[in-house]
């Protein structure tokens, strides 16, 4: 812990632990993958643990900037247009997001993922007030005027990564038995 960090206790210790847990069974699911594993898929999901780490990463990146300013990164690429708002471009981007591409190696998304975990962990033991709330932004699946706030954010980024984290555990099975529990 550096010196400009502040021990948390209470609800603030309560929701670390949650998000450390579960950060930390997502990169197990990695451990000691190749890339071209990591970038393997199971079943009949296009699903990949190098791609789940990446889509986590962003995901949690983004909502953790909107839990310091009430802005959501993506709000303003929503359009009317397209298959329920979606341009074809919004959804080549969507896809592209949950698999390693050209360039991208699972040891570059781990340490993407590690330095905006560490960021989201600092903002929490800021004294963030986690009872401001924010109007999320307009999107097709979002009706406006709902309102969430800062604690359900954090609480969001939990639910995501315990999803994604399951689905890396299943992808992993399939890979080479290595199970996260069990």
């Known amino acids: 812990m550096t010196t400009t960090e502040q021990t948390v206790t209470g609800e603030r210790a309560d929701l670390l632990d949650a998000l450390t847990k579960h950060r930390n069974?997502?990169?197990f699911t990695a451990e000691g993958l190749t890339d071209e594993q990591a970038n393997a898929t199971a079943a009949a999901s296009t699903l990949t643990i190098g791609g789940l780490i990446k889509h986590v990463a962003a995901?949690?990146?983004a909502w953790a900037h909107f839990a310091s300013t009430g802005q959501h990164p993506a709000s303003d690429s929503w359009s009317g247009d397209g298959d329920g708002g979606f341009t074809p471009e919004m959804i080549a981007k969507w896809q592209n997001e949950f698999r390693l591409?050209?360039?991208?190696t699972l040891q570059g998304e781990l340490?993407?993922?590690?330095t905006i975990t560490a960021a989201t962990d600092k903002l929490i033991r800021s004294g963030i007030d986690l009872n401001t709330v924010y109007e999320l932004p307009a999107a097709p699946w979002q009706p406006p005027g709902?309102?969430?706030?800062?604690?359900r954010v954090i609480m969001h980024i939990l639910a995501e990564t315990s999803q994604h984290a399951g689905h890396a555990d299943i992808i992993r099975e399939s890979i080479d038995g290595q199970k996260t529990m069990g």
Not at 101 to 104: F, K, T
Not at 111 to 114: E, I, M, P, T, V
Not at 146 to 151: C, N, P, Y
């Open 25 to 27: 069974f997502l990169r």
């Open 59 to 61: 995901v949690e990146s």
């Open 101 to 104: 591409g050209e360039g991208e």
């Open 111 to 114: 340490d993407r993922y590690a």
């Open 146 to 151: 709902v309102f969430w706030s800062v604690r």
